[in-house]
């Protein structure tokens, strides 16, 4: 039951640039603690650094959606379906068999390898946005189709139909849409991507898809379900939370202009930016939900089989006791011990892919358009309050 | 110091790689951690203490001698 003096979740960024700001208060004096969600659902909020990686490799907390106490309310009215989950509603061995057979796809080497070609899309992207303008939206010409170009390469599925992922992803993610329409963008999202693997079991090429399809077959355990249980997630993960990345990273840049000169004037920089970007912005702050499925403790504080627990990226990548000044954007702070891309066996498979997206975007845009600045005011940028992804809808720049 | 890496429990996020490459790389195909070198010198060994303490999958031990 929800009383007045329980907090209730999800607590709202009061700039473009802040966490919360209970966030402070509850890491300092009840860092596990009981939080109402919409609807009258209750569950455990983690807040320190320490405690959320702990959380995250705590083999008693579940990330099987369907647990009655997972925390699902906190990204809006669910819908129900018997869909095969992927990879990130899994636990243990079945989880790790999901996971291995994707990993050396998006390992540090086949990135590396990858950069030439997101090198291409990120100038033809700058392109797009030098033709258009000034002034133009970032989000449009730039933060959304290059990621969503390189994950449709990388999987093998038509970028032409980039309004169709991208429109039913915006639903899916928004935490105010009906239940009906996240039903429907659902099906419709799935029904697409299970006619791509049909058609490609018919001839499977060389892309993601493709190569899960002949390893499936070599390994004679060809599953169809999951197969589109796994594009789904790709395609949904590999462009939503990059493109807010580039936009919000964009925009923090411009807001804070030693800091964008710090990029600009060596790239050797740019890597430690994009982390501290990462941190700073912590975009899927209630992504990391799990439901205990035995007794356990977090932080000292007893966390019974059936409750649901959210650890907060966000509120971990602001303690000051492990980022100084954890409120100053630094681009110069060594973050990589931010907890962005989650921790433990689910942290996001696709970081390395989103990290050389970024980097590479970031080095370019600064280079190619360096009177780059926000047409308007930081105050006026339609942020995405509403969504469990944190990002901007739009960013208005002109150069 | 003596590093250990178990590859069954490696989710292959590639943190080792990104903090000391001359240590750590990932198997081409199963894309899980590979150790170049087992003792790693006094100029590596801060970078794999990192390494360990960023793996999200607690595949990476450290054997102090």
């Known amino acids: ?18 966490a919360p700001p209970e966030y402070e208060e509850l890491r300092t004096d009840t860092p596990v603690v009981r939080v109402g969600l919409p609807g009258g659902q209750s569950t455990w909020l983690v807040t320190r650094h320490e405690d959320v990686r702990a959380a995250l490799t705590d083999p008693a907390l579940s990330s099987n959606r369907r ?14 379906n018997d869909f095969p989950q992927p990879m990130i509603g899994l636990d243990g061995a079945e989880h790790s068999a999901s996971r291995r057979a994707v990993i050396s796809e998006f390992s540090v080497p086949r990135i590396t390898a990858l950069r030439p070609r997101i090198q291409q899309i990120v100038d033809d992207a700058i392109d797009d946005l030098l033709a258009s303008g000034p002034p133009a939206d970032l989000v449009r010409t730039v933060a959304l189709p290059v990621p969503s170009l390189v994950i449709c390469e990388l999987l093998g599925v038509p970028y032409a139909d980039h309004g169709y992922f991208q429109t039913r992803t915006a639903k899916i993610i928004n935490r105010t849409t009906v239940v009906e329409e996240r039903q429907a963008a659902v099906v419709e999202l799935r029904s697409y991507l299970d006619e791509l693997v049909t058609a490609k079991e018919r001839e499977p090429g060389d892309d993601l898809l493709g190569r899960q399809i002949r390893r499936q077959r070599d390994e004679g355990t060809e599953d169809h379900g999951s197969l589109v249980s796994l594009a789904f997630l790709l395609l949904v993960a590999g462009h939503e939370t990059t493109a807010n990345m580039i936009s919000l990273g964009t925009l923090a840049l411009l807001s804070h202009p030693d800091q964008l000169g710090l990029v600009r004037d060596d790239p050797a920089t740019t890597p430690l930016a994009v982390e501290e970007l990462l941190r700073y912005f912590s975009i899927a702050d209630a992504a990391t939900a799990r439901t205990a499925t035995a007794d356990t403790e977090i932080g000292g504080q007893r966390v019974a089989a059936g409750d649901g627990v959210i650890a907060s990226g966000l509120a971990a990548n602001r303690d000051p006791l492990v980022f100084e000044r954890p409120d100053e954007l630094d681009v110069t702070r060594g973050a990589r011990h931010h907890v962005a891309f989650g921790f433990g066996p689910h942290q996001c498979l696709g970081q390395n892919l989103a990290r050389a997206e970024l980097t590479i975007l970031f080095d370019t845009l600064l280079r190619r358009v360096p009177t780059l600045a926000l047409a308007g005011e930081v105050d006026d940028v339609p942020v995405k309050q509403d969504a469990t992804i944190y990002g901007c809808y739009e960013l208005p720049v002109t150069w | 110091m003596r590093i250990s890496a178990d590859s ?15 240590v750590f790389d990932q198997d081409d195909s199963a894309g899980t951690v590979v150790l170049l070198a087992t003792e790693p010198d006094a100029a590596q060994q801060d970078a794999v203490r990192d390494a360990v303490y960023l793996c999200p999958a607690q595949a990476l031990s450290i054997v102090e001698e």
């Open chain 1, 1 to 18: 039951m929800t009383t007045p003096d329980v907090p209730t979740f999800p607590m709202n960024r009061t700039c473009p640039f802040s």
């Open chain 2, 8 to 22: 069954d429990v490696c989710i292959g996020s590639g943190q080792c790689v990104l903090t000391e490459p001359a």
């Open chain 1, 67 to 80: 647990n009655p106490g997972f925390p699902l309310r906190a990204f809006g009215l669910r819908v129900t």
